[in-house]
């Protein structure tokens, strides 16, 4: 199939390029770079050895899109492209209302315009607000604390509505838990700008002496040792996963939730990745984060059964994969 990956050389799109070029498709990038290089595209070309199109657009630019759709022949879009820092989305509510929604608006209006019918989107565990765990697709969502999240609610509902009344579009939502790890040819990986908001770019920034220690946002959760639990799920498996949710795309609506379905404290990812690379991690005990929940993981055994994927990656390849990419930056 020939693939619009919007947002295809950030972070998770670009390993599911690479997974995309693997499995036999071509792939189409569209990414205004607002957070990725170009470079990105070269390592994806590279790692594949095949070629990708890249388009230097912003998906909120309808005329832009439409040029993509009428010189293409596009069988199916993945939409990764928005933004997604949570603390930012607090300060700047208009602007990412504006960027994850309306790109989602117009990528579905053009899809509808030039008969493309298979869209997968990027959703985020966040839309459970604080369920309990483990979250299942069924459960109802409860609200979240900041504008991006809302984003992800609101954009799962305007393609489940359109999907609803248009009959042959058929969409994929995915719910994503924390994505960590890199590509094994530590050429690409997340590479936030400043200093990063998510646990694992922090560890490995404090691994490299760029931090000094890590913050351990609270200890005194409901948790085996008082500190967050998370559902940490290797890059390169969320990657495979849209590849699965792409391949078996059913007419309809159909959520999914892409993670191990482990729970893994804050300190035990600390141990783990203190163990795979044989480096200490300093670190403090601070006060909790505001708007964290004490416990996130996922029952994945939807996407197991109906899209016959499941995780290969352990935390120990999370933390030794995210350590390689650190090191050659
Ligand atoms: P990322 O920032 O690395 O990638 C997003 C890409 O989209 C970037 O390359 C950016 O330049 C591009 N982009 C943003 N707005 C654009 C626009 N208007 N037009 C064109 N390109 C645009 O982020 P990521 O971690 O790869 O996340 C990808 C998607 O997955 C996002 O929608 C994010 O909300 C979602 N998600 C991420 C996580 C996570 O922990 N990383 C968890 C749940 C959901
Ligand atoms: N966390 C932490 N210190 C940090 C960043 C995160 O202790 O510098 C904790 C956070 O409280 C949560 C877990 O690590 O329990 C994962 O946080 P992250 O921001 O990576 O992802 P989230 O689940 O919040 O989206």
């Not at 990725?36 to 005329?63: A, L």
């Not at 939807?302 to 030794?320: H, P, Q, Y």
Request: hydrophobic letters at 40%; a negative charge; one cysteine or more.
């Amino acid at each position: 199939m020939n693939i619009l990956v919007t947002g295809g050389a950030g972070y998770i799109g670009s390993h599911t390029c690479v997974a995309l070029l693997e499995a036999g498709h071509s792939v189409i990038i569209a990414d205004n770079l607002s957070n990725s290089k170009e470079q990105v595209v070269d390592y994806v070309q590279h790692i594949s050895n095949k070629d990708v199109i890249f388009y230097k657009v912003d998906v909120t630019d309808e005329v832009a899109l439409n040029e993509i759709f009428s010189r293409h022949l596009i069988d199916g879009v993945i939409h990764f492209a928005g933004w997604k820092a949570v603390g930012e989305s607090v300060e700047k509510p208009l602007m990412y209302y504006m960027n994850n929604l309306v790109s989602t608006m117009l990528l579905a209006k053009v899809c509808l315009l030039y008969g493309v019918e298979r869209f997968v989107f990027s959703s985020s565990a966040t839309v459970y607000g604080d369920n309990k765990v483990p979250f299942k697709e069924t459960m109802d969502l409860l609200p979240t604390t900041n504008p991006y999240g809302e984003t992800k609610v609101m954009s799962e509902r305007i393609l489940t509505d359109i999907a609803n009344a248009n009959p042959a579009f058929s969409v994929s939502i995915l719910r994503y838990f924390n994505p960590v790890g890199a590509h094994e040819s530590g050429l690409i990986g997340e590479a936030p700008n400043g200093i990063p908001n998510n646990i694992m770019p922090y560890v490995t920034q404090v691994a490299k002496g760029k931090l000094e220690k890590l913050r351990v946002f609270g200890n005194d959760y409901p948790t085996l040792d008082g500190t967050g639990v998370r559902d940490y799920i290797h890059v390169v498996d969320l990657a495979d996963g849209h590849v699965a949710a792409l391949e078996n795309l059913n007419e309809g609506v159909h959520t999914y939730n892409l993670g191990t379905g482990k729970g893994t404290s804050v300190l035990e990812l600390l141990k783990a990745f203190e163990e795979a690379n044989d480096i200490e991690i300093p670190f403090d005990i601070v006060d909790r984060r505001p708007g964290d929940i004490a416990s996130c993981f996922a029952d994945a055994s939807k996407a197991n059964r109906e899209l016959g994927w499941t995780v290969k990656r352990d935390l120990i390849e999370m933390c030794r994969d995210a350590w390689r990419f650190e090191k050659n930056l």
